[in-house]
Antibody, heavy 120, light 107 residues
Framework: EVQLVQSGAEMKKPGESLKISCKGS????????IGWVRQMPGKGPEWMGI????????RYSPSFQGQVTMSADKSISTAYLQWSSLKASDTAFYYC?????????????WGQGTLVTVSS | SYDLTQPLSVSVALGQTARITCGGS??????VHWYQQKPGQAPVLVIY???NRPSGIPERFSGSNSGNTATLTISGAQAGDEADYYC??????????FGGGTKLTVL
């Protein structure tokens, strides 16, 4: 079964760093782009960027460039999303998703989401 | 930036047909994908590339795309179809764009 399993919920204080993970299984992890999506409470999904685990080629949404860092370790089939200094406004669910199809592809496999809560 | 416009809400009587639209800000919108999201759950792909249904998605879900507007149609809506629905495209600089979402209520 193809699946993405994300790390558990996190509760952090403003200014702290954080790295969340997304582990793929059931397919060749290095051959599919992994996208990251933010969903703030009560809002729609926002695309943060995408990474190709095969060579770590990364594309960021302009809205998130410089705010987060995406990485991947293909040897353990895991993608990461990290922050160096969290803000309260980073409180949201974060989803990883596998991109299928061509350049205008779609996201058929999603992780279960990681809730990040940033509060003093 | 590229914008996708969806109605905030759509209501449909049980067993009737619901149509959710997704309008592009430029001429024509290509290769639209649709996701269903229920409270507390991750999005689920229900239509890809305008008209294609992934394995496991009921036949009552269908999609179309003409001119500036893509449409998700749910024929014979069920109570379990109540959810938020989002359309998605890739814009000219290869960025993913989601619509604002439509809340479907089944009466």
């Amino acid at each position: 079964e193809v699946q993405l399993v994300q790390s558990g919920a996190e509760m952090k204080k403003p200014g702290e760093s954080l790295k969340i993970s997304c582990k793929g299984s059931g397919y060749r992890f290095s051959s599919y782009w992994i996208g990251w999506v933010r969903q703030m409470p009560g809002k729609g999904p926002e695309w943060m960027g995408i990474i190709y685990p095969g060579d770590s080629d990364t594309r960021y949404s302009p809205s998130f460039q410089g705010q987060v860092t995406m990485s991947a370790d293909k040897s353990i089939s895991t993608a990461y999303l990290q922050w160096s200094s969290l803000k309260a406004s980073d409180t949201a669910f974060y989803y990883c998703a596998r991109k299928d199809g061509n350049s205008a592809g779609y996201f058929q496999v999603w992780g279960q989401g990681t809730l990040v809560t940033v509060s003093s | 930036s590229y914008d996708l416009t969806q109605p905030l809400s759509v209501s449909v009587a049980l067993g009737q047909t619901a149509r959710i639209t997704c309008g592009g800000s430029n001429t024509g919108i290509n290769s639209v994908h649709w996701y269903q999201q229920k409270p507390g759950q991750a999005p689920v792909l229900v239509i890809y590339r305008d008209t294609n249904r992934p394995s496991g998605i009921p036949e009552r879900f269908s999609g179309s795309n003409s001119g500036n507007t893509a449409t998700l149609t749910i024929s014979g809506a069920q109570a379990g179809d109540e959810a938020d629905y989002y359309c998605q495209v890739w814009d000219s600089i290869s960025a993913v764009v989601f619509g604002g979402g439509t809340k479907l209520t089944v009466l």
